[in-house]
């Protein structure tokens, strides 16, 4: 939720963007170490983008585990701690406003892996920052075009999903009892990848979109057919007629008995 929250923001036509400005830029080494923002709050934003290692945040939301590649947003006012167990580097992009921005309470996570055009965008705006030889004015506009790059990272990884979305939905379905490991394998996805991305786009796990599925199909057969509700029951691969009524009736305030004498009268 507060992941798409904010890409919809950075990717809105609206000028709400250009409100947001740079409060520091940097590139991180750490090793074996941990920052704490535990006692006070993070004092503005930031994008971190972890070029090595691996870092884990914690927050009153759980921990966020994080590894190279992966783009994180850190939140104004949050509190958490990172924790680095071994050698790590990042690029660090802080921002603030003095407008209305997503309130988003823990650290998340933007990008599994950040693509190669946004990577670009963080080491320009660090290396010239570093420099010291350019103006805040053109410092400024290439923190604007590290937003583009993220906006148009989201894009690209939206247009990838909705294929994966599509495919996953195809797969599950299909008349086969195919488990969600399995079609990961077919997506060549992880499966914890393929669950978050299927719950983001649809709103729900993989396992209740199949039951919705079955369901669904549950009704076309007490409509359509003279099947009994066992009969439906084992068709549909339901553990037995007991639990397949209590869904239903779960789902559509009636029991497929009742279902079927009311499409009846």
């Not at 805040?136 to 604007?144: A, C, D, N, V």
Request: hydrophobic share 35%.
């Amino acid at each position: 939720m507060y992941r798409e929250k904010l890409l919809d923001y950075l990717g809105s036509s609206s000028q709400s963007c250009t409100a947001l400005y740079p409060t520091k830029i940097l590139k991180q080494y750490w090793k074996e170490t941990r920052f704490s923002y535990l006692d006070t709050p993070r004092p503005d934003f930031g994008f971190m983008l972890l070029l090595k290692g691996n870092v884990d945040f914690t927050s009153n939301g759980g921990t966020l585990k994080a590894e190279a590649g992966n783009l994180i947003f850190l939140p104004k006012n949050c509190y958490y701690e990172a924790v680095f167990p071994s050698e790590a580097e990042d690029y660090l992009v802080c921002f603030d406003t003095a407008e209305s921005f997503p309130e988003i309470s823990e650290p998340i996570k933007l990008f599994d892996l950040a693509s190669a055009f946004c990577a670009e965008r963080f080491r320009a705006i660090n290396e010239e920052n570093f420099s010291g030889t350019k103006t805040k004015l053109y410092i400024h506009g290439l923190f604007y075009l590290l937003l583009d790059a993220i906006a148009t990272n989201a894009e690209s990884e939206r247009g990838a999903h909705y294929s994966l979305v599509c495919k996953v939905k195809e797969l599950l379905e299909g008349e086969e009892n195919i488990s969600v490991a399995d079609i990961a394998k077919k997506c060549a996805v992880s499966e914890s990848g393929l669950r978050r991305i299927f719950r983001e786009c649809v709103g729900i796990a993989p396992s209740g979109y199949r039951m919705e599925i079955k369901l669904k199909r549950a009704t076309y057969l007490l409509e359509s057919t003279d099947m009994t509700v066992n009969e439906i029951a084992e068709r549909l691969g339901f553990f037995d007629a007991a639990y397949f009524c209590k869904l239903f009736k779960k789902r559509f305030g009636k029991t497929p008995g009742e279902y079927a004498e009311n499409k009846k009268l």
